[in-house]
């Protein structure tokens, strides 16, 4: 079973809309980590946030983390066509600070 | 500035046939190294990472292997090939550990088995 999850396999939404992707995970972790992947190229991170914080911010995108409930939100706001990609939220596996788990993405299409 | 680069780009290799992936990185000493497989629409499945020279942990093998040769270098490589083996593969680094650091990913090698 994975251990962290997007909750939505793709978002629609047009240029200057706000975008919320949330992901859950099933474990106690370090850090959380948002990850945007354009097609055909590697992804690149977006936003980590550690265990002790509850929200992170990087400029249009801000990132929370609810560890109570096991889950993470990245919102988008003023979404523009090339924020079109798929997110990932990704967590460590608890026991070894070099295996990262990533879930399955969220694909984010934004329209002019 | 640190620099990550992949090769090949891209292949379409045979069933059964060897394979081998490249990556360097350049501008930063000593990193952690990671190599990612991705089926298409697919999540990311870490398969190796190392932390030093010589010295490369397994987390899902997939009939696959991974060595450092030096400090810059993580090749990825198999005898034999299977259709299960076609993907996107993404070497990485960091110089934290990855689940608390940033990853910073190539830009991918596609494979197509057939």
């Known amino acids: 079973s994975q251990l962290a999850e997007e909750n939505s396999w793709a978002l629609s939404v047009h240029e200057g809309e706000s975008v919320t992707v949330n992901c859950s995970y099933k474990t106690s972790i370090t850090a959380l980590q948002w990850y945007r992947q354009k097609s055909g190229k590697g992804p690149a991170q977006l936003i980590l946030i550690r265990s002790n914080e509850r929200e992170k911010r990087n400029g249009r995108l801000r990132a929370t983390l609810d560890t109570s409930s096991q889950s993470s939100s990245l919102s988008i706001t003023a979404t523009r066509c090339e924020d079109t990609a798929v997110y990932f939220c990704?967590?460590?596996?608890?026991?070894?600070?070099?295996?990262?788990?990533f879930g399955i993405g969220t694909l984010l299409s934004v329209k002019p | 500035a640190q620099t990550i680069h992949q090769w090949p780009v891209a292949e379409i290799k045979a069933v059964g046939s060897p394979l081998s992936l490249g990556c360097t990185i350049k501008?930063?000493?000593?990193?952690?190294l990671y190599w990612y497989w991705q089926a298409t629409g697919g999540t990311l499945q870490q398969l190796f990472y190392s932390i030093t020279v010589g010295q490369v942990e397994s987390v899902v093998q997939l009939n696959l292997s991974a060595s450092r040769p030096k400090d810059d270098q993580f090749i990825l490589s198999t005898e034999k090939l299977l259709l299960s083996h076609s993907g996107f593969y993404l070497c990485?680094?960091?110089?934290?550990?990855?689940?608390?650091?940033?990853?910073?990913f190539g830009e991918g090698s596609k494979l197509t088995v057939l």
């Open positions: 501008g930063k000493s000593s990193p952690n």
């Open positions: 990485a680094w960091s110089l934290e550990g990855g689940n608390t650091g940033q990853l910073y």
């Open positions: 990704a967590t460590d596996a608890g026991s070894s600070g070099n295996k990262l788990i």
